[in-house]
C-alpha cells in the first residue's frame, strides 16, 4: 500500500500526509512539480520530527510516476463512482490525491483502475487532502489487515 500526491500545493498538508505515511508505515510519493519549494529542509519543516522517518518517493512528473507504478491506481476524488464503504482495496494499491486547488486532470482519472468518493454531508464540496487520505488509508489498511 502506498499513498500518493499529485502535484501538491501546500506544504502543509504534506506534512501531515508524510506523518500519517510515516506513523503507518505506508511510503508516500510525491509527483512534481510542487507548489511550493519541495526541498530538503521544507519536507523537514512540513513533516516535522517525522520526516525522517518516512518513506519518500519524489517523481519529477507524473510519467516518471506511472513507470514506477507497481500496484492498482486508485483515485481519491469527489466525483468518483465508487463510494468508500463500498470498495474492494488490495495490498499493493496506490491511493492516489490530486492537488488541493485543482484535484486530478482528466488523464489521471482515465488511468485510475478505480475512482473512490469518500461519502459526506449534502451541501458540502470536499475535504482537506490529508483528512481524505488518513480516512481512506485507515479503510484500505484495516480491509488488507495492514495496520503496523
Not at 71 to 79: A, D, E, F, Q
Request: net charge neutral; hydrophobic share 45%; with cysteine.
Amino acid at each position: 500500500m502506498r499513498l500518493a500526491l499529485f502535484q501538491p500545493d501546500q506544504a502543509g498538508n504534506v506534512g501531515t500526509i508524510l506523518r500519517l505515511g510515516a506513523c503507518l508505515a505506508v511510503p508516500v510519493d510525491i509527483i512534481e512539480p510542487c507548489g511550493f519549494p519541495l526541498g530538503d529542509r521544507a519536507l523537514k519543516r512540513a513533516g516535522m520530527d517525522y520526516a525522517h522517518r518516512a518513506q519518500i518517493a519524489r517523481h519529477a512528473d507524473w510519467e516518471a510516476f506511472e513507470r514506477s507504478l507497481g500496484g492498482r491506481l486508485v483515485l481519491l476524488t469527489t466525483s468518483g463512482g465508487q463510494r468508500l464503504p463500498d470498495a474492494r482495496f488490495a495490498p499493493d494499491d496506490v491511493l492516489l490525491l490530486g492537488s488541493e486547488s485543482a484535484g486530478a486532470p482528466s488523464f489521471v482519472h482515465e488511468r485510475a483502475e478505480l475512482r473512490v468518493r469518500i461519502p459526506q454531508a449534502a451541501g458540502t464540496r470536499s475535504l482537506n487532502i490529508a483528512v481524505a487520505a488518513g480516512i481512506a488509508l485507515a479503510e484500505a489498511l484495516r480491509q488488507t489487515e495492514a495496520w503496523p
